[in-house]
């Protein structure tokens, strides 16, 4: 799917990424820096105020964090179907996006 060009990746995503990879993992900053070279080649969704304006709308409508709505609003504008994430309830559909959990 990479490979294809057919995946996407919000700002935010690579922003929490190099946080996880940093603090959790206690891996050396210019080594996560050289990983983040793997997305690349991924579309990537910029989150600007009216991102957030709908993140917050989609927080209260769907019960979810202001956070997993984020991700779910940049997959909508990057007219994406599914969304991997293991944050979020497997199958469901939120804003026209399939939530699909990679690790179930």
């Excluded at 991102?51 to 769907?62: R, V």
């Excluded at 984020?70 to 804003?95: F, H, P, S």
Aim: one cysteine or more; charged letters at 25%.
């Amino acid at each position: 799917m990479v490979s294809r060009g057919d995946a996407v990746i919000s700002s935010q995503v690579l922003q929490e990424f190099y946080i996880v990879c940093t603090t959790r993992l206690k891996l050396k900053p210019l080594f996560v820096k050289g990983l983040i070279h793997n997305f690349e080649n991924m579309e990537l969704v910029t989150i600007g105020a009216d991102l957030i304006k709908e993140a917050i709308d989609t927080s209260l409508q769907n019960d979810i964090s202001f956070w997993d709505a984020l991700i779910v609003v940049a997959a909508e504008a990057a007219r994406c179907k599914y969304l991997y994430t293991e944050d979020l309830n497997d199958g469901q559909i939120i804003r026209n996006v399939r939530v699909q959990n990679p690790i179930k």
